[in-house]
């Protein structure tokens, strides 16, 4: 009955990555959060959000501040800067103020953004701004 050894016995979980954290319609909170899992925000969200995983917007989701993490689903509105490693999808509804860089982006119609959107690695053999610009005032130099 009281064997040790027995499975139905309460452990202690490590942080488990794939865990989907959820911020429902009518929380706010101001500060940073950080997690290893995937996480949805229906509330509002004033400060820093960094995560290893996805991030999804909801339609009544705000976040002001930065965001950073590996993918991103966006419906909601967002004044802040975005970092997203791999993909960064703007639903129709999405309203984002802010710059954006990211590996890939897709844009539904409808969809509002403002701001500089970088995308993309850096290719070998494209030259950086400012040896564009360096060579462009060259070449104005010549015409």
Known sequence: MFNKNNSNMAK?????????????????????????????????LSGKIVTEGKLVVGQTGTIDGEVI???ADIS?????????????????TANIVGDI???KLS????????????MGAL??????????RETLEKAQQFA
């Not at 911020?23 to 101001?30: A, D, F, M, N």
């Not at 909601?76 to 129709?92: D, P, Q």
Request: with cysteine.
């Open 123 to 132: 290719v070998k053999g494209i030259k950086n701004n400012e040896e564009k």
């Open 12 to 44: 202690v979980q490590e942080t488990d990555a794939s865990a989907i954290n959820i911020i429902r319609k009518g929380t706010e909170i101001v500060g940073e959060i950080k997690c290893l899992g995937d996480i949805r925000i229906d509330g509002t």
């Open 101 to 103: 860089k990211t590996g």
């Open 69 to 71: 993490c590996k993918n």
């Open 76 to 92: 909601g509105t967002i004044n802040a800067n975005i970092a997203v490693k791999e993909l960064l999808l703007l639903k129709s």
């Open 107 to 118: 844009v539904e119609p409808g969809a509002n953004f403002t701001g500089a959107c970088n």
